[in-house]
């Protein structure tokens, strides 16, 4: 058993009070990753309590519950965090109260916060982490489990268009054959959409702006919102079926929580590296999939035109060695 393997299994075996937790403004593989988790800790420890925790996201009622805490046991309980690379972004209260966490993550790493962490920045999910660590070790899979995991590769590599390597089919295949994983039922799951949804997805498709670089963006304010009967983490969730238009480089969704006072900066590329314009204001996330959240109104502006600046100089690029 790999060390960081046998480390984690150890540490699941050794608590009886398991809390898992993903990042807020959760998507399928924050979600697959946890509940996937959750279930196999269950199936191979029945006198374990695991809870699920975050916030509730009636889309993804399809991965089951969220569990409702109402005390955590810091001291003697363990947290694993799923699929978040900076503490601020985990979605629990009182991290720094825990004595024990576990870090499972795919994305460049920001903050340390844990003594045990599983970090592989190339992999495609944080679900396929959760399936090595599986397979890896004592913890029991079976159909409910694969599914979930299936869901949050697919959902996070968009049908694997992204972060997909042949390492990544053969699991995949291997999965769906040994647990006889109802794909069918998984990409319902993951690509059924509300009729509001796709009402937003119109309006974003006839408003998307674009310039001369090849950025695109919108601002989807609350009165847009309300008046389609939605919220920013539907178009979070559809930012990836837009990365097929030919004239774009880099499109962006600037969503504005009034109830929390925040922007939500969801940011995709054809190309251009985005990840660091993100980290320099405020976010992070991987080269050609990254965000950001922010209060300030300038903060987003100025990111706007950083990332226009990034697509121009990319171009830039190209035409200098003649790649158009």
Request: aromatic share 10%; hydrophobic share 35%.
């Amino acid at each position: 058993m790999n060390n960081i393997f046998k480390s984690i299994y150890n540490e699941i075996k050794k608590y009886k009070k398991i809390y898992i937790a993903r990042h807020v403004g959760p998507d399928p593989d924050a979600f697959g990753s946890q509940m996937a988790l959750k279930a196999s800790i269950l199936l191979t420890f029945k006198n374990k309590e695991v809870y699920a925790v975050g916030t509730t996201v009636s889309r993804f009622k399809y991965f089951g519950k969220v569990d409702k805490v109402t005390s955590y046991d810091y001291e003697d309980g363990l947290l694993i965090v799923v699929d978040t690379p900076d503490k601020k972004r985990v979605d629990i209260e009182n991290i720094d109260l825990f004595k024990n966490i576990v870090k499972i993550d795919h994305h460049p790493k920001v903050d340390t916060f844990s003594d045990v962490e599983y970090i592989v920045e190339d992999a495609s999910s944080a679900s396929e982490l959760v399936l090595d660590i599986l397979e890896n070790t004592k913890l029991k899979v079976n159909k409910e489990v694969a599914e979930f995991i299936y869901a949050g590769v697919v959902s996070d590599t968009n049908r694997f268009l992204f972060n997909t390597t042949s390492v990544t089919f053969a699991k995949m295949s291997s999965l769906i054959k040994k647990y006889k994983v109802d794909t069918d039922k998984v990409y319902r799951n993951v690509y059924a959409k509300p009729l509001n949804e796709v009402r937003l997805m119109g309006h974003i498709a006839s408003t998307l702006k674009v310039d001369k670089y090849g950025f695109a963006y919108i601002e989807l304010d609350d009165d847009i919102m309300n008046s389609l009967n939605t919220d920013g983490t539907a178009a979070s969730n559809m930012i990836n079926d837009f990365n097929n238009i030919s004239e774009v480089l880099v499109w962006t969704f600037v969503s504005h929580d009034s109830k929390a006072g925040q922007y939500r900066v969801n940011i995709r590329s054809r190309g251009p590296i985005i990840n660091e314009v993100a980290q320099k204001h405020g976010g992070g996330g991987h080269k050609l999939a990254s965000g950001v959240r922010t209060e300030d109104k300038k903060v987003v502006e100025e990111l706007l035109k950083d990332l226009s600046l990034t697509c121009k100089k990319y171009q830039e690029e190209k035409d200098k060695h003649g790649n158009n």
